[in-house]
Nanobody
Framework: QVQLVESGGGLVQPGGSLRLSCAAS????????MNWVRQAPGKGLEWVSW????????TCADSAKGRFTISRDNAKNTLYLQMNSLNPEDTAAYYC???????WGQGTQVTVSS
């Protein structure tokens, strides 16, 4: 069955960095564009970034531009999100997802606090 397993979240101080990973299995990962989506406490889902199947095209939300970088390693069936210059507004559960197919991970919590 399809599995998306995120890791790499944690507590980080403002200005710090984290790298999230998402291990995919149960489907042909290299054939699909993939997304990172986040949900802050008490708020709805917010799309963060997208990458095409080949990994050479990306887009991201204005809130992430210049700070977050999405990437993928199709040989390892893994999606990444490098997050730099984190601020408290980035505190959220982060999910890798292919929403149109209903593929969601369980999420990894990122907390930005001093």
């Amino acid at each position: 069955q399809v599995q998306l397993v995120e890791s790499g979240g944690g507590l980080v101080q403002p200005g710090g960095s984290l790298r999230l990973s998402c291990a995919a299995s149960g489907f042909t990962f290299s054939s699909y564009g993939m997304n990172w989506v986040r949900q802050a406490p008490g708020k709805g889902l917010e799309w963060v970034s997208w990458i095409n199947p080949g990994g050479d095209r990306t887009t991201c939300a204005d809130s992430a531009k210049g700070r977050f970088t999405i990437s993928r390693d199709n040989a390892k069936n893994t999606l990444y999100l490098q997050m730099n210059s984190l601020n408290p507004e980035d505190t959220a559960a982060y999910y890798c997802a292919k929403p149109d197919l209903g593929y969601w991970g369980q999420g990894t919590q990122v907390t930005v606090s001093s």
